[in-house]
């Protein structure tokens, strides 16, 4: 099972990111408590890219359906 969440950025810009909404949730209070213009480095569930978030930015966190990749 794989998870998935919903980033909102301020402008409104959304981002749908790899993991569970706790684990994205941690990522970015880490970037937000290390160095100035520190990023949080998430992966982009739509494509597979890395996609780097300033922390400062992000308004709301969402998790979506649990996605299972395993089926045949």
């Known amino acids: ?12 810009e959304r981002h749908r990111v790899d993991g ?14 290390g160095s100035i213009l520190q990023l949080a480095w998430l992966t982009d569930a739509r494509t597979a890219e890395p996609l780097g978030v300033n922390p400062t930015y992000v308004m709301t966190l969402r998790a979506l359906k649990s996605t299972d990749q395993s089926a045949a």
Do not use: F, P, Q, Y
Request: net charge negative; aromatic share 0%.
């Open 1 to 12: 099972m794989a998870s998935e969440t919903e980033i909102t950025l301020l402008g409104g």
């Open 20 to 33: 569970d909404v706790k684990e994205i949730e941690r990522l970015i209070l880490d970037a937000a408590r």
